[in-house]
């Protein structure tokens, strides 16, 4: 009877160290948050407001009297409406461009940049590393010729190639493959 006793002792003993072993561990070493599970999307649309103007679709420049083909997407804003970062990456162009007024490109790796024409004021410099969705201007040009209502123009450079913003803003890691195919159709590069 005691070595019973003695037993049920032991194995409380056992299992109050087991629980207080396994509490400190959670207590001290919390679990981390996995980045895959809360990084779905490699962009992000960078404006709120509707899109006014696809890619690829044509329009008059007014000012030369030319028709041309848009390279990226219009989104619809208001005067200092706040413009964020599509993806993480390096600022590599502030300035000026002549078609659509003060403009901010952001270069995301070695192949792969995104442009915002028709700002108002930047809150970045060439260098500046910038995560996904932080601030990095804001809307109240009417520089770009493409529309006449105040706007953004963002757009999304492959290689040298211009790729439809949509179709990129649609990409969602957690339903796909990580690895994303391009492949070249009519003098343009596409997601399969």
């Known amino acids: 009877m005691v070595k019973n006793k003695f037993s ?12 207080l072993i396994l509490f400190s561990v959670f207590l001290f070493f919390p679990q981390k948050i996995i980045l895959a599970d809360s990084f ?9 407001g509707e899109i006014i103007v696809g890619f690829r679709q044509e329009y008059l420049d007014i000012e030369k009297n030319v028709k041309r083909k ?7 804003g208001n005067p200092g ?3 964020f970062a599509a993806g993480n990456g390096m600022i590599s162009y502030c300035g000026i461009s002549p078609i659509g007024g003060l403009t901010v490109v952001i270069k995301h790796n070695d192949k792969i940049r995104s442009t915002y024409l028709n700002l108002n004021s930047v809150c970045v410099s060439p260098g500046d590393k910038v995560k996904q969705g932080e601030k990095i201007g804001t809307i109240g040009s009417f520089d770009d010729p493409s529309s006449g209502l105040c706007h953004l123009h963002f757009g999304i450079i492959y290689d040298e190639y211009y790729l439809d913003p949509e179709g990129v803003l649609g990409i969602d890691y ?7 195919v391009l492949k070249f159709s009519e003098g343009d590069y596409v997601i399969e």
């Open 70 to 76: 848009h390279t990226g997407i219009d989104i619809a």
């Open 174 to 180: 957690s339903s796909i493959s990580r690895f994303i």
């Open 40 to 48: 779905k999307r490699p962009f992000i649309k960078p404006a709120d």
């Open 81 to 83: 409406d706040i413009i």
């Open 8 to 19: 049920f002792s032991s194995s409380l003993i056992i299992s109050a160290l087991i629980f």
